[in-house]
Each structure stands twice: as structure tokens, then as C-alpha cells.
């Protein structure tokens, strides 16, 4: 995480992976990108509005 409290979805990755998910790196990024970000394009069923898109990769909690 970023001074700034951004953060990437590799940062995600390697923070879940420290704690022992065994998640594919795949899935990971579609849900912090996608499915948990409020202000992503519309791509999925039931999405969560948990994130926000705050640059080109950068993501903060809302």
C-alpha cells in the first residue's frame, strides 16, 4: 500500500498469498478490478461497491 492508502491488485495477490490463499492470481485480480470496485464497468451479475478505481491500476477501500 502506497503512502497515500492506493494500493494494486498485485498488491492484493501478494498480501493473500502471504497469508496462505491458495486463490488462483486470476481470480484475485477480477474481483479487485471488477467485481469489488463501485465504479467499474458493469461486467458481472452481482457486483460490490468495496473499492474505488482512483487511477490507471490504483484502487483504495471506500
Do not use: K
Not at 502506497?2 to 488462483?24: K, M, N, W
Not at 478490478?33 to 461497491?49: L, W
Amino acid at each position: 500500500m502506497s503512502a497515500d492508502g492506493s494500493f494494486s491488485p498485485q498488491d492484493v495477490v501478494d498480501e493473500l498469498r502471504r497469508r496462505g490463499s491458495t486463490h488462483a492470481e486470476s481470480t484475485i485480480r477480477t474481483h479487485v478490478v471488477s467485481r469489488m470496485c463501485g465504479n467499474a464497468p458493469d461486467n458481472h451479475a452481482r457486483t460490490y461497491d468495496d473499492l474505488r478505481r482512483v487511477s490507471d491500476g490504483r484502487y483504495r477501500r471506500t
